[in-house]
């Protein structure tokens, strides 16, 4: 349980989420200028002196060394994306998220063969025309979606007991199967970012996702969103 909740709370948090599209971009644009992909795969092939110099650190040094006088326009691009790191400006505001849990005995069937990405397409394609005459495009929304599982997939850790104390201080095991009643064995989340610039249509733009997601659970069989 714990761990399911670390993840919610701390490594798929929507600020943390918010802050690894800025990497994402930056790492994108930086590449095209520095080479990075270039030098993983010569560390594939042995050549590793290079790869070892590409820490956190070294990486958004150069590129905000470089980047403040360069005239290559992947570079500016990939310099204000480290700028918005280090002065922790953060573009993205997440303005909607749907769980959908997967309970029951064919759960994990469906959690499996639950096509999110098709889903997450089928929204954007009803959304984004909406979006239009508000100057929204495609590249102001982020649809992001995380799995994360309850139990545990080791059979013998779910089989297990927990000691429980209570108030009084009398200790007893419970059965983590028994704890886990009423949790969902498997959660996919959707979150939607847009861009902050957009706030004064926030609201519109969130009514306009919560229609399209509402349609979308006739099309979910065997899930409730």
Known sequence: ?????????????????????????????????????????????????????????????SILRDGRTTRDKNLKKAYEYASMLIRRIIPWKMIYFIDIPFRGEDAAVSYRYFDVKKHIEEVKEEVLPKL?????????????????????????????TIAVKT??????????????????????????????????????????LKESFEKLKSTSIGVTM
């Open 1 to 61: 349980m714990a761990r399911s909740y670390m993840f919610s709370s701390v490594y798929f948090h929507p600020t943390c989420r918010a802050t690894d599209f800025i990497v994402v971009d930056m790492l994108f644009e930086a590449n095209k200028y520095y080479d990075f992909e270039g030098i993983v795969l010569k560390a594939v092939q042995g050549e590793y002196e290079d790869f070892l110099t590409l820490t956190d650190e070294s990486v958004i040094y």
């Open 167 to 208: 108030r009084n201080g009398e200790l007893y095991e419970v059965p983590i199967v028994k704890i886990a009643e009423g949790y969902p064995l498997y959660t996919i989340t959707i979150r939607v970012y847009v861009s902050k610039k957009y706030r004064e249509h926030f609201d519109i733009i969130k009514r306009a």
């Open 132 to 160: 239009e005459s508000l100057g929204i495009s495609e590249n102001d929304i982020v649809f992001d979606h995380t799995k994360y599982k309850y139990l545990p997939d080791n059979p013998r850790e779910v089989k297990g």
